[in-house]
T-cell receptor, first 112, second 112 residues
Framework: NAGVTQTPKFQVLKTGQSMTLQCAQD?????MSWYRQDPGMGLRLIHY???????DQGEVPNGYNVSRSTTEDFPLRLLSAAPSQTSVYFC???????????FGDGTRLSIL | ELKVEQNPLFLSMQEGKNYTIYCNYS?????LYWYRQDPGKSLESLFV?????AVKQEGRLMASLDTKARLSTLHITAAVHDLSATYFC????????????FGQGTRLTINP
C-alpha cells in the first residue's frame, strides 16, 4: 500500500542545473498537487492538477513546470535551479475536491 | 488574495490542560482542512470541515468552522505529550479545486 511516493528523498544541485522531482500515487486519485515548505511559511502551492492532461498554477509557479500525462504520475521540473528554490517539496493527492490530501514523504532539495 | 493566519504560532503547555488554536482567513470559503506534522515528517490529515457550523472530533482534538466569521478553531482537551507537533490549517480558495492556502502553522509542545 504505497500511497504517494516521492523520489528522490534528498538532492543537492548546483545553481543553473535542471532536475525532475518524481511523484507517483497508486490510489487512482484525480487531484494532485505540489507544494514547497520553507521555515516559518507553511506550505505554498506550486502547481496542481485535477486530472490527466489538466494542470494549473498555484501561488508560486515561477521556475517550475509540471505535466500530467497519466493519472498516477505528476513530475515537477526545475528548469534552472536557483538558491531560492532550496526547500522541502511535498506532493499530495486526493480523490476529488473536499477530500483530505494524502502527502508523500517529501524531497529535501538544496541548491548551492 | 486569500490569506490564512494562525495563532498562536508557538504554544507550550502542560499535560492535562486545555487550549485552542485559531485559524482566521480573509475571503469566503466553506472548505477548511486541519493537518498535523511531526518534525522531519510528512503531513497527516486530521479534519475536513465543509460547511458553516461543522464540528469534528477525534480523541482529544475537536475542530469547528464558522464561515461567517471566517474562523476555525482546533481545541485540545486534556493535552498529552503525544499531541506535540505542528498543526496547520488550510483553506481551499477555489471551492473544491484543492487550491489550498496554508496557515503558517502552530508549533505545539506539551510538557509532562
Amino acid at each position: 500500500n504505497a500511497g504517494v511516493t516521492q523520489t528522490p528523498k534528498f538532492q543537492v544541485l548546483k545553481t543553473g542545473q535542471s532536475m525532475t522531482l518524481q511523484c507517483a500515487q497508486d490510489m487512482n486519485h484525480e487531484y494532485m498537487s505540489w507544494y514547497r515548505q520553507d521555515p516559518g511559511m507553511g506550505l505554498r502551492l506550486i502547481h496542481y492538477s485535477v486530472g490527466a492532461g489538466i494542470t494549473d498554477q498555484g501561488e508560486v509557479p515561477n521556475g517550475y513546470n509540471v505535466s500530467r500525462s497519466t493519472t498516477e504520475d505528476f513530475p515537477l521540473r526545475l528548469l534552472s535551479a536557483a538558491p531560492s528554490q532550496t526547500s522541502v517539496y511535498f506532493c499530495a493527492s486526493s480523490p476529488w475536491g473536499g477530500q483530505p490530501q494524502h502527502f508523500g514523504d517529501g524531497t529535501r532539495l538544496s541548491i548551492l | 488574495e486569500l490569506k490564512v493566519e494562525q495563532n498562536p504560532l508557538f504554544l507550550s503547555m502542560q499535560e492535562g490542560k486545555n487550549y485552542t488554536i485559531y485559524c482566521n482567513y480573509s475571503t469566503t470559503s466553506d472548505r477548511l482542512y486541519w493537518y498535523r506534522q511531526d518534525p522531519g515528517k510528512s503531513l497527516e490529515s486530521l479534519f475536513v470541515l465543509l460547511s458553516n457550523g461543522a464540528v469534528k472530533q477525534e480523541g482529544r482534538l475537536m475542530a469547528s468552522l464558522d464561515t461567517k466569521a471566517r474562523l476555525s478553531t482546533l481545541h485540545i482537551t486534556a493535552a498529552v505529550h503525544d499531541l506535540s507537533a505542528t498543526y496547520f490549517c488550510a483553506v481551499d480558495r477555489d471551492q473544491g479545486a484543492q487550491k489550498l492556502v496554508f496557515g503558517q502553522g502552530t508549533r505545539l509542545t506539551i510538557n509532562p
